[in-house]
Nanobody, 118 residues
Framework: QVQLVESGGGLVQPGGSLRLSCAAS????????MSWYRQAPGKERELVAR????????NYADSVKGRFTISRDNAENTVYLQMNSLKAEDTAVYYC???????????WGQGTQVTVSS
């Protein structure tokens, strides 16, 4: 049974930091490209950051470059999103996504709420 379980969300003040985790099971994690998406109320889901399966190359949305860092631990089957210098506009539900080789399979987590507010 495939599972992606996000954790680490919560309420944080502007300028603060959070670290999201996504624990994966039920598939060959190291072979999957892992991504974080987010969806704010009334907006479409958007890609935040992605990390490749092999060499671990990364890419980020322009809005988070220099503030967020995606990483993965293939031994622990976990992907992380370190979020620094958080802004109110980062408020959203954050989702973890796994995409298999050639994009033939993909899985979503259930999401974790991040709220940035004073």
């Amino acid at each position: 049974q495939v599972q992606l379980v996000e954790s680490g969300g919560g309420l944080v003040q502007p300028g603060g930091s959070l670290r999201l985790s996504c624990a994966a099971s039920g598939f060959t994690f190291r072979s999957y490209t892992m991504s974080w998406y987010r969806q704010a109320p009334g907006k479409e889901r958007e890609l935040v950051a992605r990390i490749a399966s092999t060499v671990g190359s990364t890419n980020y949305a322009d809005s988070v470059k220099g503030r967020f860092t995606i990483s993965r631990d293939n031994a622990e089957n976990t992907v992380y999103l370190q979020m620094n210098s958080l802004k109110a506009e980062d408020t959203a539900v954050y989702y973890c996504k796994a995409v298999g080789p050639m994009g033939r399979t993909f899985y979503w987590g259930q999401g974790t709420q991040v709220t940035v507010s004073s």
